[in-house]
């Protein structure tokens, strides 16, 4: 009969937060990490859709549209606008 393990295989990873990082192989199962691109798979697009942009906050992204339509311009102020006086 096998011998039971009393040990933990997996800890927390650093990247991803989960309880995937096997700790002899020094990879974790659910992001990858320590490689440099993050795990994903085309079996696995359920997955994907979790962890995609736009799956949270996007505190920085959100604000990039707006930004561009208006040509990235900062610290500017609106020239002031003078009425017209029309004489008749």
Known sequence: MPTKR???TH???RRCGT????RQ???CAQC???SAKVRSYEWGQKAKR???TGS?????LKDVPRRFKNGF???TAAKKRTRATTEA
């Open 50 to 52: 979790r962890k995609t």
């Open 32 to 34: 990858g990490y320590p």
């Open 6 to 8: 009393h040990t933990k």
């Open 11 to 13: 800890t927390i990873c």
């Open 19 to 22: 309880r995937a990082f096997h």
């Open 56 to 60: 949270g906050r996007m505190r920085y």
């Open 25 to 27: 192989h020094k990879t």
């Open 73 to 75: 311009r900062e610290n």
